[in-house]
């Protein structure tokens, strides 16, 4: 084990394994980085109108102009619950998918090595319902059926991202696969969130809101994670999802290609609310490959 040098003191990395990314406790909950491996996308896409020359020294392209991605789901025990934020690209993408993106389909591994049965999640979140948040909410059998990977959860999702993926709109149907939540929907499995503000508290599980950053879709939550430590100091944490998908993205005139409102996106990484929690707490980047969690300061 090893400390990640740009995330401070609570931090710890298990590069033996890398399965299990990070570590650390926030308050009285336990905060788990889990993965499903990593995967690659286009460069272009990841990095929209930022010319190659620049983002190329944050990431470096291969000979198709793929970068690699990690894809990290972030596991809080609060003590009396086991909350899943994410469940990774899965095991249901189809062939040439797979064969572009390379996406590795180890989230059920990394759980395993971090100790945390699929049984024993009570919640997952989704942040929005792309591909690569909700893959393993389902699992794909070898008979073709399609069942909840975590029979025990209640999931939570935005209802607006329902009916967007619904649409299967030419620009991002290849995103929004139904096999991925509408099995959910169908047995009552998943909770559909209409907040356009911070959900409370009793609506997901105590410590636990969601927050809504218009951009990278219309409905995108970042989920705030909250704790009292035995001091009494209340410590905060937020994971903020596609709305800033990588380290290479802080700079918040670096928005990427996924972005259906390019000025909302602005708006959001560089607004008030995302200022906020840059102020307040730690933050955790969903694509990251190294420094999982950042410090707000
Ligand atoms: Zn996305």
Redesign the pocket.
């Given at each position: 084990m090893n400390r990640d040098s740009g995330a401070g003191q609570h931090i710890e990395l298990d590069p033996a394994s890398g399965l299990v990314r990070a570590r650390m406790h926030l308050g009285d909950f336990e905060l788990t980085v889990c993965t499903d491996g990593t995967y690659k996308l286009d460069g272009g896409v990841m990095f929209g109108v930022v010319p190659k020359p620049l983002w190329e020294r944050r990431a470096a392209a291969d000979d198709q102009n793929r970068i690699l991605l990690g894809l990290n789901t972030v596991v809080v025990r609060t003590g009396k619950q086991t909350v899943l934020i994410e469940t990774g690209v899965g095991n249901k993408q189809p062939a040439k998918m797979r064969e572009i993106q390379c996406n590795q389909e180890l989230l059920p591994q990394s759980l395993a090595a971090a100790g945390i049965r699929q049984e024993e999640v009570d919640v997952v979140i989704n942040t929005?319902l792309?591909f690569?948040?909700c893959g393993w909410n389902t699992t794909l059998h070898g008979d073709g059926s399609v069942t909840p990977t975590f029979q025990n959860a209640r999931y939570f999702a935005h209802r607006g991202e329902v009916e967007h993926g619904r649409l299967q709109l030419d620009r991002d149907r290849v995103?929004y696969l139904a096999p991925n939540y509408e099995p959910l929907i169908e047995s009552g499995q998943i909770t559909l969130l209409d907040t356009e503000g911070i959900e409370a508290d009793p609506a997901i599980c105590p410590g636990i809101s969601v927050e809504l950053f218009p951009g990278?879709?219309a409905q995108?939550m970042a989920v705030h994670i909250e704790s009292k430590s035995a001091g009494g100091v209340v410590q905060h944490a937020c994971y903020i999802?596609?709305l800033i998908p990588t380290s290479a993205h802080l700079d918040p005139t670096w928005v990427w290609g996924?972005t259906s409102i390019r000025w909302s996106a602005l708006r959001s990484a560089s607004g008030s609310t995302a200022a906020r929690f840059r102020r307040t707490g730690w933050f955790c980047l969903r694509t990251i490959m190294s420094g999982l969690w950042l410090a707000s300061d």
């Open positions: 929005h792309h690569d948040h995103s990278h879709t995108l999802s596609d996924m």
